[in-house]
């Protein structure tokens, strides 16, 4: 399973993201801590990870950057330091993510972009714990659903305080066991504070990219086919791809998908794919024909 050519597709996407600031490469799960080799900075990376549930990296990133600055949090007249901590933040980042359709080109951003998340890392499980999720809500706003992760946030770092001393799990399952942990989250938080690839991370991006360049089998970009779920598209690429590559295919796709292979309008006409080895626009184009007819 999986097409014969596909590490030759995997170079030319390494080659493409690379012309761009990939926002996954400056405000991903990996760069939301400063080490994992300690029990708060593996936290600290399971906390951005939860944060990161349909949000551009760029407003989880914000989130990050507020909670180590402010927690614990006991009080919600919090809204003149959450105004300064922006303004910081925003300085730092530029405009990586600010228009997602108009990605930064490498050559044009100024600095280091792998620099904007290199913080003087505190926040850890007993901050969180310690503050209540009224406070936690507004600090991470506009995170989506800041409410329930607020609540998540609380109740995971009470669970890594109780049964792991505040350090997190060291098991895929029992990562699942946290509230507001699913697959994708969990296989990424086995890879970054454990160092362990147990099985792919599949988010929007890879689902849908994979389908697109059939390194899977029955997608969308089928004829006859249909949409998988990411739980499917993760194994139909383990089977096929070597274990040593299942850390990568996440950061890998995500940005490509980010820069250049979006959901909407993607720059086909900028990618080395389109033809032969892409069938996006082979099966929409098929399909736009046949509905005006």
């Known amino acids: 399973m999986g097409p014969k050519d596909y590490i030759e597709t995997w170079d030319d996407i390494e080659e493409m993201r690379s012309q761009y600031v990939c926002p996954v490469d400056v405000f991903g799960g990996h760069c939301l801590s400063d080490r994992n080799e300690t029990p708060a900075g593996r936290f600290r990376y399971l906390l951005g990870l939860i944060l990161s549930a349909r949000n551009l990296d760029r407003v989880t990133a914000l989130a ?7 927690a614990p949090l006991t009080s919600v007249d919090i809204d003149e330091a959450i105004q300064r901590l922006t303004v910081e933040f925003d300085r730092r980042a530029g405009g990586v993510q600010q228009r997602p359709k108009n990605p930064i080109k490498r050559i044009n951003f100024v600095g280091d972009p792998t620099a904007v998340m290199q913080l003087d890392w505190r926040l850890d499980a007993e901050a969180i714990a310690n503050s209540t999720e009224e406070a936690l809500a507004k600090a991470i706003h506009p995170t989506g659903f ?33 509230p507001g942990v699913g697959p994708k989250m969990a296989h990424l938080a086995m890879q970054i504070t454990r160092g362990m690839a147990v099985g792919v991370s599949v988010d929007a991006h890879v689902c849908r990219i ?13 004829k006859g086919g249909q949409s998988l779920s990411p739980v499917e598209v993760g194994r139909q690429l383990e089977e096929f791809l070597p274990s040593d590559r299942w850390p990568l295919v ?28 892409c069938y996006y626009q082979k099966v929409t184009r098929g399909k736009n024909k046949a509905s005006k007819g």
């Open 210 to 222: 994979a389908q697109r360049l059939r390194w899977v089998s029955g997608g969308d970009c089928e």
């Open 250 to 277: 996440n950061p890998l796709l995500v940005g490509f998908g980010q820069v250049i292979c979006r959901a909407q309008d993607p720059n086909c006409d900028e990618c080395k794919l389109k033809g032969e080895r």
């Open 146 to 178: 800041a409410k329930t992760k607020a609540s998540y946030m609380r109740k995971v770092a009470q669970i890594c305080l109780q049964k792991y001393g505040g350090d997190v799990p060291d098991t895929l399952e029992a990562f699942l066991e946290l």
């Open 64 to 70: 990050m950057y507020r909670l180590n600055a402010l």
